[in-house]
């Protein structure tokens, strides 16, 4: 779950390789709008926190000004978590969300933190943007829904918005500034007819819960957009 890197939203950089980036993502669409010095996307599909501070950091330096990312989903384990609430059953999938909640409360807060002042070292002069989770699923609309239990998808909204509070805790303890999309995808959720979401497919769980282009578009860009200005 990582908003920055596009996977979803289709056309693929080929030179991103494995790591899925898209032109269509955020983060190009606002680099085409605002034509800055220089930019660079060093997002990587099933990047964790260790990837940013072993590896991506070094994209950065003392002249970077804006530094955008979407982190904490791989190192609770979501996707795993998501394939669990997909193929097994309710109680299997609230195991699964309840583990992952307590590593979101006990581990990450302290990756993320030594994930920010990691960046914050590579680039001192930089406009850290940490842009959060949209909720996962209309839960007003999950009883005309198929796929999963509204139990299930109540889980997984938690576990998102659990994500979504370490991010803003750590962004405000960290001189960070925390960009909510929730609102921006309110309407646009899973189980909604415009969703802005990729619903479950077992056969592509990697691009599952991605935004679309859509919610690239007109869901991380706008907020991302005003964050950054």
């Given amino acids: 779950m990582s908003g920055a890197l596009g996977l979803g939203a289709g056309s693929y950089i080929s030179s991103s390789g494995s790591c899925d980036r898209s032109t269509k993502a955020y983060p190009e669409q606002w680099a085409s709008a605002n034509a800055p010095a220089s930019f660079a996307s060093v997002a990587c599909a099933g990047a964790t926190t260790a990837d940013v501070t072993g590896s991506q950091v070094s994209a950065l330096s003392a002249s970077t000004t804006l530094v955008s990312l979407t982190i904490g989903g791989n190192d609770a384990g979501f996707s795993g978590v998501m394939e669990t609430c997909v193929l097994g059953s309710t109680s299997s999938c609230l195991n699964a969300v309840s583990t992952a909640e307590t590593f979101i409360a006990s ?123």
């Fill in 107 to 229: 581990q990450l807060p302290a990756r993320l933190t030594t994930t920010l002042q990691t960046i914050r070292a590579h680039a001192p002069a930089a406009k850290i943007v940490l842009l959060g989770y949209p909720d996962l699923y209309d839960l007003s609309k999950s009883r005309t829904c198929i796929g999963l239990s509204t139990q299930d998808r109540t889980a997984l909204n938690g576990g998102a918005n659990d994500l979504d509070s370490a991010l803003a805790a750590a962004a405000t303890a960290n001189g960070a500034t925390f960009a909510d999309v929730r609102g921006r995808f309110a309407g646009h959720e899973i189980c909604d007819s415009g969703s802005w979401l990729h619903s479950v497919d077992i056969f592509a769980i990697s691009s599952s819960y991605h935004p679309t282009a859509s919610g690239q578009e007109l869901g991380y860009l706008p907020v991302f957009t005003a964050a950054a200005g």
